[in-house]
């Protein structure tokens, strides 16, 4: 949760199609929730596993990744790879007790503003509605 | 002579496996005692927790701690065998990682009782009686070490200098391990003492492209002896589990389960393993619905890919009661 009371919710956006998707949205002034950070990564798949689990463990209550359509991408196959790991992901945060839905998977492209808005916005009611994540005690001395 | 080197050896949460390791290296320990006295070593000679306490601070040269630290006892022979060690190793992945102790950390100690004392169908407990810290029989107070909820490896309790893996760490390691402090030639301190570079480094199995198209289990599949197993669809955990250990599962023709724990880069174990499985999928040949009921087709996640490293991993633990996520 942030400092007004808002879940922290993280965006990690391609740069070839979401990222210039998000960009649109925010050059055409679309209304937006302003509790999300994005980081801009070459590929969706660029995202390791290992960077949303440490996410989660340092705050963050939502992780949206968002890339190319299928068929899309950039790097011809990335984003199928992105997909399967979350899948993965998704089913292994629910056996570690954390809600599923705090991880969600999207394609935009470059020319869908509306669309980025649409997924960030209802992805942020999502997490007002989950709260805060609580996780056990994470550091050990 | 030169002064004896002094040695110590502390089994805690652990099956035992690691004090016979020791055994294991079969004659090599007799030249090994004539360089090197056992102060204590309960599994083997009679020693007692007071005898440990007796030695000066830092008088023993080397100390060997096996198991994970689960309960307030092992927590004290912890700092015990910090306080009088000059050298405190990390012996076997219970200690190094956690271990298949750390298991425990998918519950908390109600839940862990309950399954232990109530609801196995071998149990009869109808009036609920567990392990008390402090109970009374016959006018006497008895005591036991407290059990806690967590399972911690040794390096989240004290400081460690080196870790030992395995489960239970192979003879040729114990053996390089000794011979490095007897001869004083340690690597800096921290360092695992084992390869730096993963398991399929040294693997002898054929590798190829690595195109799969089915995920078995290791009792539906039929092992060629040759290839690969992650080509021939069987979950291996050798791309993200430090070498070392000689593939000894893998000549029983059994996959690596990752008890060397990670390599020195790599954070977290499973989700490196998640992405290499998710890698490999054979994409050329499988439609996306079909890619992702095989990935969806892997039971446990948690178990497979964390069955050594839980409590080091970087969520540690189940989240269970108090969060919200239920």
């Known amino acids: ?141 | 002579m030169a002064e004896k080197l002094k040695f110590a050896f502390s089994w805690n949460a652990s099956c035992g496996g690691c004090e016979i390791a020791v055994l294991d290296i079969d004659e090599i320990i007799l030249d090994v005692l004539e360089k090197v006295d056992i102060l204590f070593w309960p599994v083997a000679m009679d020693f007692k927790k007071s005898d440990l306490e007796s030695y000066e601070d830092k008088s023993i040269d080397v100390g060997f701690y096996n198991g994970a630290v689960r309960t307030s006892e092992q927590e004290e022979y912890a700092h015990l065998m910090r306080k009088k060690s000059k050298v405190l190793i990390a012996f076997g992945s219970c200690a190094h990682l956690g271990g298949i102790p750390g298991l425990a950390n998918v519950s908390n100690r109600d839940g862990i009782f309950e399954k232990a004392y109530v609801s196995t169908l071998s149990t009869v407990n109808p009036s609920r009686v567990f392990p008390e810290p402090e109970s009374i029989v016959n006018g006497k107070k008895l005591t036991l070490p407290e059990f806690y909820d967590d399972v911690k490896a040794l390096d989240q309790v004290v400081d460690v200098d080196y870790y030992v893996p395995g489960c239970p760490p192979p003879p040729d390691l114990i053996a390089k391990a000794i011979d490095a402090i007897i001869k004083g030639e340690l690597p800096p301190k921290g360092s695992v003492i084992a390869n730096e570079k993963a398991l399929c480094e040294e693997c002898p199995r054929e590798k190829n492209k690595k195109k799969i198209r089915e995920i078995k289990r290791v009792h539906e599949a039929v092992d060629d002896g040759e290839t690969c197993l992650l080509e021939q669809g069987i979950i291996c955990l050798g791309p993200v589990t430090r070498g070392g250990c000689g593939a000894r599962c893998i000549k029983a023709n059994m996959p690596c389960r990752g008890c060397f724990g990670p390599v020195d880069k790599e954070i977290d174990m499973g989700a490196s393993m998640l992405s290499a499985i998710a890698s490999i999928i054979d994409e050329d040949n499988l439609t996306e619905e079909e890619q992702k009921k095989l990935v969806e087709s892997i039971e446990d996640p948690l178990g497979l890919f964390y069955r050594f490293s839980l409590p080091v991993s970087l969520l540690r633990r189940v989240t269970l009661g108090g969060g919200n996520d239920e």
């Open chain 1, 1 to 141: 949760m942030n400092e007004n009371g808002e879940p922290n919710i993280l965006a990690f956006l391609c740069n070839w199609c979401s990222y210039a998707g998000a960009d649109l949205a925010g050059v055409s002034r679309l209304q937006m929730p302003t509790n999300f950070r994005v980081i801009r990564v070459m590929c969706s798949s660029r995202v390791d596993p290992e960077i949303i689990l440490y996410a989660f463990k340092k705050g963050i209550d939502g992780i949206l990744v968002l890339g190319c359509h299928p068929g899309d991408c950039h790097y011809i196959n990335g984003n199928y790879k992105t997909e399967r790991r979350m899948i993965m992901l998704q089913k292994l945060l629910g056996q570690f007790g954390i809600n599923p839905k705090r991880l969600k998977l999207g394609w935009v492209s470059a020319s869908e503003g509306a669309r980025f808005q649409e997924i960030i916005s209802s992805f942020a009611r999502e997490m007002e509605e989950l709260g805060k994540l609580e996780l056990p005690i994470t550091e050990v001395s």
